[in-house]
DNA sequence: CCGTCTTGCCTAAAGGCTTTAGGTAATTCC
DNA sequence: GGAATTACCTAAAGCCTTTAGGCAAGACGG
């Protein structure tokens, strides 16, 4: 076969449009060869094995997401922040399911602390600065506003809050006042 | 081979057991016929086919998780009931990692229609009677409570919040005062 | 008590994904 | 121009899924 210029990016990128189309779990080796028109042990002189495609598509959704986070974060704060993160999230969820999934893929200790998400635990903790919380609420309010978002969206995607009025766009800015009512008011021990 | 007594029951369950050892995206009809000590195709009488099998294993585990939310929320109302709610789910997260990833499994709206995910729905409805909110904020509040019950759960099984201060713990109990604060409180639109 | 029917698990087999080993042709470099 | 490297290939083994068909033992009617 002819030459066909596979790399690492170039495979990642194909695996994580591939997850969009078809699910990141149905992304496989054989799946991303198909994709390229080669033979499947063609990938192993790029890849070490299927987990490290998966992983691979993972960190380069988190920095994705952490690109997108950090710019709708630029120049805002307060609730102008909280709104403007969230609804990277949730949007990017929206066009973008099977990268959203890869993005949650449990990575190991070392890999994790290597990636993007620290990024995103900075920006969480940038948005509190325009609250009024000292540690450790503010570390219990990172830690929800990262359950609701990732809850929300995830439930959304799987078809949780679907066919049932009110919409679902009202129930997230809804919930979204509610969040910045209660980070403005968040309750003493 | 001798007669082992194979029925769907006993292979729901087998295979739940399995989720928690092993994982449940790692339990396959090969693994659960391994622990039966019988060959792959025997349970094929018993079982449509391999999603059958996972399809199953969530609704067991939905149906076991609103049971127990059901006998925490007897005799409870408000934050206490609240709090307990929330604890069945952390709890058997921690207890039932396998059970409860395969009762967020996406099933399809048929089935999801006759599963105990209706029962999940109406007690986080029954927690919102010991506050004072009419529709539609209600149901924004019922969709905020299983995003952050399912977003945090999520969060914490996948590792996110060890081996840092403050303790799981306490962030959980401080974030229910906080939900308990703000559903005493929902800010008008 | 005996033959038949049914039930319950088995073997065979095909197709797909993963991963390793080793081959070949084209490109790069001295 | 020849040697080394690169980039993709074939071969093959292992595991999982799923369908088709077989056999033996227990249930059941005569």
Known sequence: MAHVGLTVERLTRAGAELADEIGFDQVTVSAVARRFGVKVPSLYSHLKNSQDLRTRIAL???EELADRAAEALAG????DALTAFADVYRDYAGEHPGRYAAA???LDPETAAGSAGVR???MTRAILRGYDLTEPDQTHAV?????VFHGYV???LSGGFSHS????????SRILDALDALLRNWPAR
């Open 60 to 62: 380069y959704a988190l």
């Open 76 to 79: 805002r704060s307060g609730k």
């Open 104 to 106: 949650r893929l449990r």
């Open 120 to 122: 995103h635990a900075r």
């Open 143 to 147: 830690r929800m506003l990262g359950s």
């Open 154 to 156: 995830s439930l959304e």
């Open 165 to 172: 009025a009110p919409d679902s766009q009202e129930s997230w």
